[in-house]
Every structure is written in C-alpha cells, then in structure tokens.
C-alpha cells in the first residue's frame, strides 16, 4: 500500500496570510507514461461531505478559488492556500488514486 | 444535477451487519466508478473500496477484505455497501463517492462528487 503523510497535523494561519500543506507518499504516484501525478487535495468542513479541490497534483477543480493551488511530482506535493479566508477554516487532506488502496494522507486542520 | 443520496443513520449491535445504500440521479450511473469512504469519530478519511456499477467488480482496501462487499441495482442506480461483523470501531460516518468522470476519461478514480453521509453508530 501507499503510505500518505502529511505535515504539519495542525496549523494556524491569519487571515490573509499565506498556507501550506505538504503531502509525501511512500513510493512515486507519477505515472511515467503519461506524466501525469495521481495526487488529489480534499478540503473538509465539519457536516458536510469532503470537496475536491486539486486533482492531478495541481489542477483546480472548477468553481475552486485561485487562492487554492497544488503542486508537487513524485513523491513530494503541497497545497498552497495564499490569503486564508475565514471560510478555509477545515481539514485537508491529500489521496493518491495511483494503486488500490487509494489512500489518504491523515489530514492536516487549518485554523485562524 | 449529479446528486448522491445516502441512507438514514443506523445503529447496530457489536457483531451485526450494516447495509448503506446511495442511490444516484443526474448522471448515468453505470458509466462512474463509485467508492466508499468513512471517516471515524476523530480520525481522518479512510478509503474502503471502489465498485464498478456496470460490471460489478470491486477493489477493498485489505483492512476490510472478507468484511465488506460493494453491490449496486442499475436499475434504480442505488449502490450499496454493507460491513458485516460491526465493531465500535466501526462507528463511523460513512460516505458514497462517485468518480469525476466516466470510465472513458482518465479521471475516473478521482472523487469528484459525493453523498451527505451515513453515520452507522456500533454500541451494545
């Protein structure tokens, strides 16, 4: 199985300010025949359901804001919030849908 | 509109079986691949399996190997996932997730849409 971990587990940004998650996995999720990375950034809110944010290591899902970017290759990503909105307040986490299990990093809380 | 609709929450005694229903509209639904997901009382996401609705064949993830089982009726599109042999641990909100594009993309696998939630509750 893929291994996800993220860093930090928590962080607290100010409004405004700039966020940054980062994702490793346990072996590469570049898929070397097509260049692509099978990396995806879920964003979590308490009672609601997860929303895709990033797919493709840094493709923003429509409707995402441009605060919102992913980057990354291999085995190393980030997701880059870059002026923290109140309504960023939740929890991230990354997956990688490379190999069976697609498995998720342990989630990372953003807080104000 | 895509739209996941999950079952009502349950409560099931240590041992018992639960069976979470999701039933879709607005999309073909044998074309999607759907997988579940559950997150537990404090804990992060937890991928369970994937379930090709046309063909049937599924993939678990080897935590729930001979516990878990993914169905679906195509003709009411209703995916079903049941656990069987429920623990405490297994108190979790459960969640359908339907790929972000059909088999025929490349983005099949990546959880584009998802249901409210089923919370299934384990106590004695």
């Known amino acids: 199985d893929i291994v996800m971990t993220q860093s930090p587990d928590s962080l607290a940004v100010s409004l405004g300010e700039r966020a940054t998650i980062n994702c490793k996995s346990s072996q590469s999720v570049l898929y070397r025949s097509n260049s692509k990375n099978y990396l995806a950034w879920y964003q979590h809110k308490p009672g609601q359901p997860p929303k895709l944010l990033i797919y493709w290591a840094s493709t923003r899902e429509s409707g995402v804001p441009d605060r919102f970017s992913g980057s990354g290759s291999g085995t190393d990503f980030t997701l880059t919030i870059s002026s923290l909105q109140a309504e960023d307040v939740a929890v991230y986490y990354c997956q990688q849908y490379y190999s069976t299990p697609r498995t998720f990093g342990q989630g990372t809380k953003v807080e104000i | 509109q895509v739209q996941l609709v999950q079952s009502g929450a349950e409560v099931k005694k240590p041992g018992a079986s639960v069976k979470v229903s999701c039933k879709a509209s607005?999309?073909?639904?044998?074309?999607?691949?759907i997988s579940w997901v559950r997150q537990a009382t404090g804990q992060g996401l937890e991928w369970m399996g994937w379930?090709?609705?046309?063909?049937?064949?599924?993939g678990f993830a080897q935590k729930f190997q001979g516990r878990v089982s993914m169905t679906r009726s195509t003709s009411i599109s209703t995916a079903y996932m049941e656990l069987s042999s429920l623990r405490s641990e297994d108190t979790a909100v459960y969640y359908c997730?339907?790929?972000?594009?059909?088999?025929?993309?490349?983005?099949?696998?990546?959880?584009?849409?998802w249901g409210q939630g089923t919370l299934v509750t384990v106590s004695s």
């Open positions: 997730a339907r790929g972000r594009t059909a088999y025929s993309g490349s983005d099949y696998a990546i959880l584009g849409y």
């Open positions: 379930m090709n609705p046309d063909s049937g064949d599924t």
């Open positions: 607005g999309y073909t639904f044998p074309s999607y691949d």
